[in-house]
């Protein structure tokens, strides 16, 4: 079955440090893959996103996430994290051909001064 | 603006109450979801639709029905609520198979 796992269910980071984030997949192909953000009792924004070429995706708000076919994974990154990144991440799956985008459980970031 | 419109945003229901939560896209979209959002378990597919008058069971279907009478609504209703049904619950549209989803802001909830 196709899945999204996201190993880290919380982060904690210093205001200013880099932060990586962790996502593996499971599927047969290459899915289509995503991140999302999620600031509290909001919806969902979307990162970027990674459907084939370059591995080495660009987002917004300074993010970026690479595509590692080898391992599986879609880890996304940030040099510097602001204060105002605090916020639930998760990432996400979805077959070539298909409709329905899978989850991970996300990771929630914490940002100390 | 565009987007996608969850109504209503809160709700507290008594166990085996029924209600219907609204989605609304103004951007012509032919797909449409239902997630639910649990702690821990991220967002999980309950019910979607490839387009007017379709739906379809995703991951977590049991105890919800859903209908898709106008393209730009998708409707999800439970019969008769339980409170395990009580979660954050997510509407999503995108215009094509592949990705461009687009969420609304949620509904919140609880069942009592």
């Known amino acids: 079955a196709q899945s999204v796992t996201q190993p880290d269910i919380h982060i904690t980071v210093s205001e200013g440090a880099s932060l990586e984030l962790r996502c593996n997949y499971s599927?047969?192909?290459?899915?289509?893959l995503f991140w999302y953000v999620q600031s509290p009792g909001q919806g969902l924004q979307l990162l970027l996103k990674?459907?084939?070429?370059?591995?080495l995706v660009q987002g917004i708000k300074g993010f970026e996430a690479e595509f590692k076919r080898s391992q599986s994974s879609f880890n996304l990154r940030k040099p510097s994290v602001h204060w105002s990144d605090a916020a639930e991440y998760f990432c996400?799956?979805?077959?070539?051909?298909?409709?329905?985008?899978?989850f991970g459980g996300g990771t929630r970031v914490l940002v100390k001064p | 603006n565009a987007g996608v419109t969850q109504t209503p945003k809160f709700r507290v229901l008594k166990t085996g109450q029924s209600m219907t939560l609204l989605c609304a896209q103004d951007?012509?979209?032919?797909?449409m979801y239902w997630y639910r959002q649990d702690p821990g378990m991220g967002l999980r597919l309950i019910h979607y639709?490839?387009?007017?008058?379709?739906?379809a069971k995703g991951e977590v279907p049991d105890g919800y029905n859903v209908s898709r009478l106008k393209k730009q609504n998708f409707l999800l209703g439970l019969e008769s609520a339980a409170p395990s049904q009580t979660s954050v619950y997510f509407c999503?549209?995108?215009?094509?198979?592949?990705?461009?989803?687009?969420f609304g802001s949620g509904t919140r909830l609880t069942v009592v």
């Open positions: 999503a549209s995108s215009p094509t198979q592949g990705g461009g989803y687009t």
């Open positions: 599927y047969g192909a290459t899915p289509y």
């Open positions: 990674y459907f084939s070429g370059d591995t």
């Open positions: 996400a799956g979805l077959k070539a051909a298909g409709n329905k985008l899978t």
């Open positions: 951007m012509n979209h032919e797909y």
């Open positions: 639709s490839v387009g007017e008058g379709t739906t």
